[in-house]
């Protein structure tokens, strides 16, 4: 059954440093995708990066870009440069031919002055 | 692009009374979802439609529980006979039908709270 992990419940970081969130996933799919999203206090999931499961290079965005170890089946988002806005909660999901996002359970990131 | 619209923001109700929710797709998106999420908990998938379909069910979903999305566009999510339990946060997304990179954009969100 496939199924996210992310095992940071929070994390801390410094304003203009850079961050690591963890997200472990297990499928027996060989086609899948994975994806973060933001969730501000607001409530609104705001999607931020997608990774195909046959993507050589990793993927980026901005200042997000996603650590893809396919063998470990990881799937860690990096934040670069980290700002005071970028305080929320984080979720990895993952698609695979079940044709549904499934989410982890997050880790709430908080960006301090 | 006006985005996912969901009505109410808020919903405060007694157990055993029924509600109803209202979700606005992004208009060209032919996908809408439904997900179910608690407090310190991931959204939990709940059911899905590709036009006016409904594809899929989740078996979490009792049968208290049922969705439309009559012409395609628009969709409802009732709740009969609230529990409890029922309290959380609905969540409505939509999206374009285009493999695994399908990206769902989702609206801000339904919290109901069951007295």
């Known amino acids: 059954a496939q199924k996210i992990t992310q095992t940071q419940p929070g994390m801390f970081v410094q304003e203009k440093e850079a961050v690591t969130l963890d997200c472990t996933y297990d499928t027996s799919d060989q086609s899948y995708g994975l994806f973060w999203y933001k969730q501000p206090s607001s409530g609104e999931m705001i999607f931020l990066i997608y990774q195909g499961s046959y993507d050589e290079q990793n993927a980026t965005e901005g200042r997000y870009s996603l650590n893809f170890q396919k063998a470990r089946k990881s799937a860690n988002l990096v934040i670069s440069a980290s700002q005071l806005g970028d305080s929320a909660m984080y979720f990895c999901a993952m698609r695979d031919n079940t044709d549904k996002l499934i989410f982890g359970t997050g880790t709430r990131l908080q960006v301090f002055p | 692009d006006t985005g996912v619209s969901q009505d109410p923001r808020h919903k405060i109700t007694k157990r055993g009374q029924n509600v109803t929710f209202r979700c606005d797709p992004i208009?060209?998106?032919?996908?809408l979802y439904w997900y179910r999420q608690t407090l310190g908990q991931g959204p939990e998938f709940l059911t899905y439609?590709?036009?006016?379909?409904?594809?899929?069910k989740s078996r979490l979903l009792s049968d208290r529980f049922s969705a439309e999305r009559p012409k395609g566009s628009f969709s409802t999510l009732e709740i009969q006979r609230t529990e409890q339990g029922d309290s959380a946060m609905y969540l409505c997304?939509?999206?374009?039908?285009?493999?695994?990179?399908?990206?769902?954009?989702f609206g801000s969100g339904t919290q109901l709270s069951v007295l």
């Open positions: 439609f590709q036009n006016e379909a409904q594809l899929e």
């Open positions: 208009s060209e998106h032919n996908r």
């Open positions: 997304a939509s999206s374009q039908m285009e493999g695994r990179g399908e990206k769902l954009f």
